[in-house]
Structures are given as structure tokens and as C-alpha cells.
């Protein structure tokens, strides 16, 4: 190998070198320093047991995909406006793992759905059929969380209150396990708490 192609090779290792370690200081090392002393506040409160396995649901059913939980600073976008909740901060998310941020806005955020929607009827009727409440939404019904169910009710099930025509005639709608634990999960989205912002972002008030 010639020297000047040495020469070359060396700048070019130590510029990819350059910008790994750029790439670390800037995505790892800086929010380590910047969120260490974050608090644990005492709200959000953890979830239960119930929200825990209707977050699973929503993982396993990819609606992070579609969904945000991430209301962005009235500087950068409008989201505060749309009704989204203040901006999230650290503290926000100390009982999520993984954390469901989300990158698509297909569908609104969710931060603080269940301040905007606190009815478990409206919930379940949406995952069935989405249509039924907003004609424009391109959102995927879930037929599939419910049973079609005739004859006499039976202990314990949970019927879905629906709009005049949303389901088939002569039967009744009701919720599985999957659909229940869901909205139990979308129902504890309320980030309504104070939090202080700015250098102590996140830590308790």
C-alpha cells in the first residue's frame, strides 16, 4: 500500500472514530448526566397489574406505531394547542420499560388520553369500531378483543355500550380480557400532575 493511500486510510478511520464517539457523547453520555439527579416523583403512581398486561397489549399490538406519548414543547410544535397535555419531561416516564415514546403520528398523541377520553364505554366501542365515533378515522378496528354473544347476559361480562348501528342486530357485544386490560392501560394515561421543568425537569415538586 502506498503512503499516500495509508495516509488516506488513516484519516478515514480516524473520522469514522470522530464520529462514534461524537454520536455516544451526544445520544448517551449527555442525557446520563442531564437526568441522574431526576427524582423519582410520586406521581405517576405504578402501574397495576391490570395496566401492566393491557401494556403489553398495546405493544404486542403495535399501536406505538401510530401513537406518540411524547407532547413536544410549545417552541417546537403546537401540541399543547391540539390539546396533548404540557410538554413530557423525564420523571414522566420512571415506571415505563420499555418506553413507549413512538415516532408516528398517525393517530393522535396518547399522554393524556384519558383525561381528554375518561369513559371506559367510549374506549371499548372505539377499539371495536372506530368508524362508529369518528367517520374520518383510518384507524384499524379490533374485532377480534370482542365476542358476539345472544341469549340471556351471563355474569360477569362486559357488554359494550354502542352507537345505534355500530354492531350486527340481535346481538350483544362483549369484551374480552384483552380489550378490558387495554383501556384499563389507556385509562391510566393522565399527566396531569405538576412537574417542575426547565435544569430540574422531572424532579419531584
Same mark, same amino acid.
Given at each position: *500500500? ?27 453520555? *449527555? ?102 365515533? *369518528?367517520?374520518?378515522?383510518? *384507524? ?66
Amino acid at each position: *500500500m502506498s503512503r499516500e493511500a495509508q495516509v488516506d486510510l488513516t484519516r478515514l478511520i480516524a473520522g469514522a472514530l470522530a464520529i462514534v464517539t461524537f454520536s455516544i457523547v451526544a445520544l448517551v453520555v *449527555m442525557p446520563y448526566f442531564l437526568t441522574r439527579t431526576t427524582t423519582r416523583p410520586a406521581k405517576p403512581a405504578p402501574y397495576t397489574t391490570a395496566q401492566q398486561a393491557g401494556r403489553a397489549v398495546y405493544i404486542a399490538n403495535g399501536c406505538i406505531y401510530c401513537h406518540s406519548q411524547q407532547p413536544r414543547d410549545p417552541s417546537v410544535a403546537p401540541d399543547q394547542q391540539r390539546g396533548w397535555g404540557r410538554p413530557s419531561v423525564p420523571a414522566d416516564y420512571v415506571h415505563d420499560e420499555p418506553h413507549l415514546l413512538g415516532t408516528m403520528r398517525t393517530g393522535p398523541d396518547l399522554f393524556n388520553i384519558a383525561v381528554r377520553q375518561p369513559s371506559r364505554d367510549w374506549h371499548l366501542g372505539h377499539l371495536y369500531q372506530p368508524r362508529a365515533y *369518528m367517520a374520518q378515522s383510518i *384507524m384499524p378496528a379490533y374485532p377480534f378483543f370482542f365476542e358476539e354473544r345472544t341469549g340471556p347476559a351471563q355474569a360477569g361480562e362486559v357488554v359494550v355500550k354502542l352507537p345505534p348501528g355500530a354492531a350486527p342486530a340481535g346481538v350483544r357485544i362483549v369484551a374480552k380480557a384483552e380489550a378490558i386490560a387495554l383501556v384499563d392501560y389507556l385509562l391510566s394515561l393522565d399527566h396531569t400532575y405538576p412537574v417542575r421543568t426547565g435544569r430540574n425537569a422531572g424532579a419531584a415538586p
